[in-house]
Protein backbone atom coordinates (compact mmCIF):
# COMPACT_ATOMS: atom_id res chain seq x y z
CA UNK A 1 0.00 0.00 0.00
CA UNK A 2 1.47 3.80 -1.08
CA UNK A 3 2.28 5.86 1.98
CA UNK A 4 1.49 9.24 1.61
CA UNK A 5 2.48 12.26 3.40
CA UNK A 6 1.03 15.75 3.17
CA UNK A 7 3.08 19.28 3.74
CA UNK A 8 3.13 22.62 2.37
CA UNK A 9 0.21 24.39 5.23
CA UNK A 10 0.59 27.13 7.29
CA UNK A 11 -0.43 30.52 8.78
CA UNK A 12 -1.41 32.92 5.36
CA UNK A 13 -3.43 36.34 5.15
CA UNK A 14 -6.93 36.06 2.75
CA UNK A 15 -5.57 36.59 -0.59
CA UNK A 16 -2.37 34.70 -0.17
CA UNK A 17 -1.29 31.27 -1.87
CA UNK A 18 0.33 28.17 -0.90
CA UNK A 19 1.03 24.93 -2.35
CA UNK A 20 0.12 21.77 -0.61
CA UNK A 21 2.19 18.07 -1.33
CA UNK A 22 1.68 15.16 -1.35
CA UNK A 23 4.26 12.66 -1.63
CA UNK A 24 4.38 9.16 -1.82
CA UNK A 25 6.35 6.00 -0.76
CA UNK A 26 6.20 2.46 -0.95
CA UNK A 27 4.72 2.55 -4.42
CA UNK A 28 4.31 4.28 -7.68
CA UNK A 29 2.09 6.83 -6.96
CA UNK A 30 1.01 6.78 -11.02
CA UNK A 31 -1.15 4.16 -10.85
CA UNK A 32 -3.54 5.63 -8.43
CA UNK A 33 -5.69 8.28 -8.71
CA UNK A 34 -5.65 10.88 -5.85
CA UNK A 35 -7.89 13.33 -3.94
CA UNK A 36 -7.56 16.14 -1.62
CA UNK A 37 -9.70 16.67 1.62
CA UNK A 38 -10.05 18.93 3.80
CA UNK A 39 -11.79 19.25 7.31
CA UNK A 40 -12.49 22.51 8.94
CA UNK A 41 -12.60 22.21 13.13
CA UNK A 42 -16.50 21.21 13.83
CA UNK A 43 -17.40 19.82 10.19
CA UNK A 44 -17.06 16.46 8.62
CA UNK A 45 -14.16 16.12 5.61
CA UNK A 46 -14.86 17.15 2.24
CA UNK A 47 -13.65 16.49 -1.08
CA UNK A 48 -11.90 19.43 -2.35
CA UNK A 49 -10.41 17.67 -5.67
CA UNK A 50 -9.18 14.94 -7.27
CA UNK A 51 -6.89 13.87 -10.45
CA UNK A 52 -7.26 10.88 -12.69
CA UNK A 53 -4.02 7.97 -12.47
CA UNK A 54 -5.32 7.80 -16.55
CA UNK A 55 -5.10 10.98 -18.37
CA UNK A 56 -4.53 13.50 -15.20
CA UNK A 57 -8.46 14.72 -15.53
CA UNK A 58 -9.20 16.83 -13.11
CA UNK A 59 -12.18 17.46 -10.34
CA UNK A 60 -12.74 20.57 -8.06
CA UNK A 61 -15.28 21.54 -4.98
CA UNK A 62 -17.02 24.41 -6.90
CA UNK A 63 -16.41 26.75 -3.89
CA UNK A 64 -12.52 26.05 -4.99
CA UNK A 65 -12.81 26.10 -8.66
CA UNK A 66 -10.36 29.19 -10.57
CA UNK A 67 -8.46 29.01 -7.22
CA UNK A 68 -7.15 26.06 -6.57
CA UNK A 69 -5.38 23.82 -8.83
CA UNK A 70 -4.62 20.44 -8.85
CA UNK A 71 -1.14 18.43 -10.78
CA UNK A 72 1.39 15.54 -10.49
CA UNK A 73 4.24 15.13 -11.18
CA UNK A 74 4.93 11.45 -11.40
CA UNK A 75 8.67 11.60 -11.54
CA UNK A 76 8.63 12.85 -8.19
CA UNK A 77 6.04 10.96 -6.68
CA UNK A 78 4.06 13.94 -5.77
CA UNK A 79 0.69 15.28 -6.05
CA UNK A 80 0.07 19.01 -5.44
CA UNK A 81 -2.63 21.23 -4.67
CA UNK A 82 -1.62 24.80 -5.64
CA UNK A 83 -4.43 27.41 -3.36
CA UNK A 84 -4.25 30.84 -4.77
CA UNK A 85 -6.64 33.70 -3.50
CA UNK A 86 -7.60 32.09 -0.37
CA UNK A 87 -10.26 32.76 2.02
CA UNK A 88 -10.63 32.42 5.79
CA UNK A 89 -13.02 28.95 4.71
CA UNK A 90 -10.40 27.39 3.51
CA UNK A 91 -9.17 27.46 7.12
CA UNK A 92 -8.75 23.45 7.51
CA UNK A 93 -6.79 20.42 7.72
CA UNK A 94 -5.92 19.24 4.18
CA UNK A 95 -5.14 15.91 3.60
CA UNK A 96 -4.59 13.46 0.93
CA UNK A 97 -5.10 9.64 -0.07
CA UNK A 98 -5.97 7.31 -3.00
CA UNK A 99 -9.61 7.29 -3.84
CA UNK A 100 -11.63 5.43 -6.73
CA UNK A 101 -10.89 6.29 -9.93
CA UNK A 102 -14.82 6.36 -11.54
CA UNK A 103 -15.65 8.64 -8.63
CA UNK A 104 -13.27 11.37 -9.20
CA UNK A 105 -15.89 13.15 -10.96
CA UNK A 106 -17.96 16.29 -11.23
CA UNK A 107 -19.25 15.66 -7.97
CA UNK A 108 -16.49 16.54 -5.23
CA UNK A 109 -19.04 15.26 -2.62
CA UNK A 110 -18.95 11.45 -4.16
CA UNK A 111 -15.28 11.30 -4.20
CA UNK A 112 -14.35 7.90 -2.29
CA UNK A 113 -11.47 7.21 -0.24
CA UNK A 114 -9.39 4.08 -0.96
CA UNK A 115 -6.81 4.54 1.22
CA UNK A 116 -5.46 5.01 4.70
CA UNK A 117 -5.68 8.93 6.55
CA UNK A 118 -2.35 10.92 6.98
CA UNK A 119 -1.92 13.25 9.50
CA UNK A 120 -2.62 15.76 7.92
CA UNK A 121 -1.50 19.77 6.95
CA UNK A 122 -2.91 22.30 8.49
CA UNK A 123 -4.06 25.03 6.60
CA UNK A 124 -5.32 28.67 8.08
CA UNK A 125 -5.78 31.84 6.47
CA UNK A 126 -6.53 34.97 8.68
CA UNK A 127 -8.60 37.84 7.49
Known amino acids: QVHLVESGGGLVQAGDSLRLSCAAS????????IGWFRQAPGKGREGVSCISHSNSGTSYKDSVKGRFTISRDNAKNTVYLQMNSLKPEDTAVYYC????????????????????WGQGTQVTVSS
Open 26 to 33: GRSLAIYT
Open 97 to 116: TPIAPLSCGDYSHLYYPIGA
